[in-house]
């Protein structure tokens, strides 16, 4: 009431001059002094001037216990209300912790301006004191009332901007006394209460001790704990890490330009905490760092130091920011508002930060970076308000970003060598917008962040030290500071290998200094262009990095350099999280196959999307750092590179080998006559460089990767014990096999150099030197040696026709050549001699000198077969790709097909389907005919054969793996299983020269059976696999049928000398018939010709089907013959027992109707001669 004559009129009141400190309303947080003047019944509104600086108080504790009492008087009316009472009712469950109390008095204290504040136990209780500012009216009132703040703007009062924060200190306290000197008040829970929590309205006066009111520190003593002393002793085992240096650095900053000690003091049950400023650094008008330092000394007098770093930043609040705070504090915002950020230097802890009100709350943030500001938060201050809806903390928490950059403004500033614990404090980019991250739910905005690290010098860079222009890393690397326009991401091991100015001059830019930041050195962060510049897509800089690698007086390029380079790329994609994974390589497309394990430092989860990091040329291609022959720098695709096995070659043999990298004719299309590169076709329409394109390294570089990969080799060899390999060589390595695993054709082997070296020695006109014959049998020694069948692509052969050094001997291909009786003594090779003679080319007789014994014999004879030397038939598969485009087999066979037509086919093929005998691939909509034949050679060589020579092919036809099923099945036809399961097969298809494309032949191996039916392969709808439709024969059968093959005598012949003919299967017998008495018979040795009789082959025969014609035309060249021979000639005896042999063949022909009247004529011609017979 602003009445004076309602006003009490007890003696007390009796002054001249009577004032009022009035509230406007109940819903009003706003309070106004005001004040009688002499005998006037109108009050008057007064402004007060604030007596903030001064630490006495205003008026004595006559005028105090005044102000308590009418305190009392009103809210003991207050209470009464419901909505008073429902609020208390509220309060009381609103604190979960019963330790929040301690850091309610801690921020009041600092509220307060104390630069000393004492936590103790004592009889009981718990005494607080601070020296803070002594209490005035508005504070009583505070500390009484609920729903109104005594803390304004201008005093930078934060916290219990409800008046409920000391309220806290009741869910642990029945008895609160209160008194500075002036004031002396207290508040006690009634005994058996039961009206609630009424009471901790109700300041209770108390009277001042003696000398209390000369005292200048505010005391709280803390009586009747719930649960006892040791509950209290419970809250003051932990004080949060933070509290020290965060309320003590407040503290501080009130007096900051003051004249007062620089010191805050916390006795915290007798642990005292020592807080200081120091070296504090302005960069902006908004942005600063300071280290705050705390020394703590426990009960024991053992000492601890700790130094935090702080940095803060100062934004303006938004519109609706600042509507949110009035609406939700009743005050009004105006200025600037300041988010701080600190860590921890001495323990530089990982662990999630913590959101700060002063005092920390439960909320983690995303960084290891503690986040202070005037957060609007929940009742108990424990909780954040709803971001999504409170502009006033979104604000707060979209400045967090601009504070992690003042972290690298202090990095620059204090020249940090070790940037490991500050990375994680940059905030990760999200997934899907590398732009912004997610925070406590949010997505911020790293925009102005990154603006900061693109535009300011604070990166970390590296910088040679003094006058060091050496060209190879050490310890000449110095860290200056640029912006990220000026900088460029590398990653660690760049600055391991090469030196900063070789890097500044190649890129074009000063590399990040990476090596400074631990598993940070892939931050996110750092992706983005908006921030720094990009390996990726590499800077085109291919003249700038060789004018680096020239050295000595005639500047020429370092092959050293080039290997270092080598070592820091392949160290690169060893540490570098987007290729650390299980079996993981790069095709030639750029695309990547394996399980990813780790991710920026952290295991990755197939739920979690990756956040994309600084990346790498995805392609081994980009990098332009091989040195050519010529002293050219280009990239991996114009370049032969040696395989690995290189490594393992004799010394005296590696360098011819790698003179052969490159074939000779492609050398000399390159140098010798000028003309234009060109470029062929690949599979899919893609242009790929000619042979002709490719370069030699410089040989000094294919010395040092040939030695790398044998460090490699022995390091791999000797797994489990120390290895020998070095950190450079190990890296070159890794180096080596991505870009051999990209670019597989550019890669030469030793069997390929070896393969170019026989072409070139076989390209030379005139025989064989001896130096071509020493280095071929050197290879083969070798090949032996190693048991490497692909060493031996060519092959020493006897040649009759050669002179020279190698007279007698020529070189082959090993796919032309046959292993003869004097490599194979006693086996097929001898028996495939004598069959053939000299019409076939076999292996010289040379070899025999690197065969020491039957064993080493043996295992030469196995090492000629894989390598492709025959030892007897030889029988290739063809297949006609397409049939619908060949209208001469599709026209064979439709008739053999149901309903004359082909069968449906899939109309969509997943995977590739290999074809049997690595003849291709199924293709989708097409048919290919599959067949088998016997070579031409060995055709022309049965056409040609005797009688006696006869037994020596049967023998070898014998030996061949045969199948024979009508039904192709996975199981009776081996060959095509991985078709008729629908599987492709990697192996190469080996192509005959000079068929057309749609049809492919491959020579059979040894061990495959070879197929007696063609086959239709094609891939039919609903199964995985391709499907095979039996047709017939396969030409094979028909070419056995045609030819004469078989020695044969006539049943009637009883004589063991009777000279056998050759037949044909359909024009003899095996077993002798007498019903057919004029049926020639198989004459062959009793073992073989069982043999024969059981085999598929015979199986797959005709046998007797037509008698043979009559032998006129043998007897015409009979009695030719004898017409030469002398009467004494030893041949006269044999052409005695032929002629008989012959004339009785011709008389059955005779008795049988089987002569012709062409061949009667012939024969009475013949007889009507008298010279004719003997």
């Known amino acids: 009431s602003l009445d004076r004559n309602q006003i009490d009129s007890s003696s007390r009141w009796q002054s001249e001059t009577l004032w009022l400190l009035v509230r406007s309303s109940t819903a009003s947080n706003t309070l106004t002094w005001h004040h009688f003047e002499g005998q006037s019944d109108t009050a008057v509104p007064t402004k007060i001037a604030p007596r903030a600086s001064s630490m006495t108080p205003a008026h004595d504790a006559f005028c105090a216990r005044l102000i308590t009492d009418s305190i009392r008087t009103y809210y003991a ?56 500012r002594r209490f005035t009216p508005l504070d009583v009132l505070g500390l009484s009332s609920v729903g109104l703040s005594t803390k304004s703007r201008q005093g930078k009062r934060t916290i219990g901007f409800m008046g409920v924060g000391f309220k806290a200190v009741y869910k642990r306290y029945a008895r609160v006394c209160i008194r500075d000197g002036t004031y002396s008040f207290v508040y006690q829970e009634p005994n058996q209460n039961k009206s609630g929590y009424g009471w901790v309205m109700l300041p209770m006066w108390k009277q001042l001790e003696d000398g209390a009111g000369s005292g200048t520190m505010c005391h709280f003593s803390l009586e009747q704990p719930r649960g006892g002393m040791q509950s209290v002793l419970k809250d003051l085992s932990v004080l949060p890490v933070t509290a020290p240096p965060l309320l003590g650095r407040a503290a501080l900053l009130k007096k900051e330009g003051s004249s007062t000690g620089g010191k805050w003091t916390l006795d915290w049950n007798s642990k005292l905490y020592v807080v200081e400023r120091a070296r504090i650094q302005l960069y902006t008008r908004d942005d600063r760092s300071e280290i705050v330092t705390v020394n703590i000394t426990d009960g024991q007098g053992q000492e601890r130091h700790y130094k935090w770093l702080f940095v803060s930043h100062k934004f303006m609040p938004s519109e609706a920011a600042r509507s949110t705070y009035l609406h939700h504090t009743k005050r009004s915002h105006s200025g600037t508002e300041e988010v701080c950020g600190f860590v921890n230097l001495t323990t530089r802890s990982t662990k999630a930060g ?120 050490d310890n000449s690397t110095g860290t200056g500071y640029y912006e990220g326009q000026h900088s460029i991401w590398v990653p660690p091991s760049f600055l391991k290998w090469l030196s900063p100015e070789l890097l500044r001059n190649w890129l074009g830019k000063r590399p990040l200094r990476t090596d400074l930041m631990g598993g940070a050195a892939y931050h996110p962060i750092f992706s983005s262009v908006h921030v720094l510049g990009q390996l990726c897509p590499l800077p085109e800089r291919r003249s700038q990095l060789r004018n680096e690698m020239l050295e000595g007086p005639l500047r020429q390029p370092n092959a050293q350099t080039a290997l270092r380079l080598m070592a820091a790329i392949g160290a690169a994609y060893d540490t570098h999280p987007d290729f650390i994974t299980i079996g993981q390589h790069h095709d030639a497309n750029g695309s990547k196959a394996g399980k ?101 390294l410089r040989p000094l570089l294919e010395e040092a990767i040939i030695k790398a990969d044998q460090a490699s080799a022995k390091a791999d060899n000797n797994a489990g014990e120390e290895a020998e390999a070095s950190t450079e060589d190990q890296h070159v390595a890794s180096f080596l096999r991505r870009a051999r695993s990209e670019m597989p054709s550019n890669v030469v082997d030793v069997p390929s150099a070896v393969s170019n070296l026989f072409h070139s020695i076989n390209k030379q006109r005139g025989s064989l030197t001896e130096e071509n014959l020493s280095t071929i049998m050197s290879i083969s020694r070798y090949a032996l040696e190693t048991e490497n069948s692909s060493l031996l692509s060519y092959v020493l052969v006897d040649d009759p026709n050669c002179s020279g050094p190698g007279a007698g001997m020529k070189l082959l291909p090993a796919g032309q050549a046959y292993v003869g009786g004097s490599i194979d003594e006693g086996g097929s090779g001898a028996d495939l001699e004598n069959f053939a003679g000299i019409s076939l080319p076999f292996l010289s007789s040379k070899y025999s000198s690197m065969i020491q014994d039957s064993f080493a014999r043996k295992k030469f004879v196995k090492l000629l077969l894989r390598a492709g030397v025959k030892a007897g038939l030889s029988v ?118 000079g068929v057309s494309t749609n049809k492919l032949t491959v020579r059979l191996a040894a061990d495959v059976a070879v197929p007696l039916r063609s086959r239709l392969y094609y891939l039919p709808p609903g199964q995985p696999g391709a499907k095979a439709l039996d047709i017939a024969e396969a030409r094979f059968v028909g070419q056995l049928k045609a030819l004469k093959w078989l020695p044969c005598s006539l049943a009637s012949s009883n004589s063991e000398s009777t000279p056998l003919s050759l037949y044909r299967p359909e024009a003899c017998l095996l077993d002798p018939d007498l019903n057919r008495p004029e049926m020639p018979v198989v004459h062959l040795p009793d073992p073989l010709l069982r043999r024969l009789k059981s085999s598929i082959i015979a199986q797959s025969l005709e046998w007797g089907r037509t008698a043979p014609p009559p032998p006129v035309t043998e007897l015409v060249k009979l009695a030719h013959e004898a017409k030469c021979l002398n009467f004494d000639d030893s041949r006269r005896a044999e052409m005695y027992t032929e002629m008989v042999s012959i004339w009785t063949a011709i008389a059955r022909a005779h008795l049988r109707g089987g002569l012709s009247p062409d061949d009667m004529r012939t024969i009475e011609n013949l007889v009507r001669d008298p010279s004719n017979l003997f």
């Open 354 to 473: 913590r959101v700060h009100s002063v005092l920390p709350t439960k909320i983690s943030l995303p960084i290891p970076m503690h986040v202070q500001g005037s957060w609007l938060l929940s009742v108990d201050r424990q909780e954040v308000q709803d971001l999504s809806d409170n502009a006033w903390n979104l604000d707060i928490l979209k400045s967090v970003p601009l504070v992690s950059a003042n972290f690298f403004r202090w990095a620059a500033n204090e020249k940090l060598e070790d940037y490991t614990a500050l990375m994680p404090i940059l905030p990760m980019p999200s997934p899907d917008n590398p732009d912004a991250t997610e925070m406590l739910g949010q997505s911020i905005s790293l925009r102005g962040l990154q603006r900061v690290l693109f535009s300011q010098r604070i990166l970390p860079v590296a910088v040679p030290l003094g006058n060091d222009s050496m060209k190879a890393a």
């Open 876 to 993: 290739s598969a063809s297949a006609v790709v397409d049939v619908e485009r060949d209208r001469t087999t599709l026209q064979l066979i439709l008739p053999k097909l149901a309903e004359g037509e082909l069968p449906p086919v899939r109309k969509k093929v997943k995977c590739e389907v290999s074809l049997p005998y690595y003849l291709g691939t199924v293709m989708r909509k097409k048919y290919s005919l599959v067949d088998a034949e016997l070579s031409t050679e060995w055709e022309r060589l049965v056409r040609s054969m005797s009688a006696d020579s006869a037994v020596g092919f049967i023998k070898l036809l014998l030996q061949l793996p045969v199948e024979n099923s009508l039904r192709a099945t996975p199981t009776n036809v081996p060959a095509a299983a991985k078709c008729l399961s629908g599987l492709s097969d990697a192996t190469a298809l080996v192509k005959d020269e």
């Open 77 to 132: 009316q207050q209470i009464l209300e419901p909505s008073v009472r429902g609020f208390l009712s509220v309060l009381e469950k609103q604190f979960a912790r019963g330790d929040l109390y301690l850091f309610e008095l801690l921020q009041n204290a600092v509220d307060d301006g104390a630069d000393t504040v004492r936590f103790a136990i004592q009889d009981n209780t718990l005494q607080v004191s601070h020296n803070g």
């Open 596 to 696: 990813s394990t780790s991710k920026n430092g952290t295991s990755n989860s197939a739920a979690a999307p990756a956040v994309a990091c600084p990346a790498l040329p995805a392609l081994m291609r980009a990098w332009p750092v091989f040195l050519t022959a010529d002293a050219s720098l280009v990239t991996l695709d114009q370049i032969v590179l040696p395989a690995p096995d290189f490594a393992l070659v004799p010394t005296d043999l590696a360098p011819i080998l790698r003179a052969h990298l490159i074939k000779e004719e492609t050398l000399q299309h390159r140098f010798g006559n000028g003309k234009k590169r060109g470029k062929m076709r690949g599979s899919g329409g893609q242009q790929k460089k000619s042979k002709a394109s490719l370069q030699r």
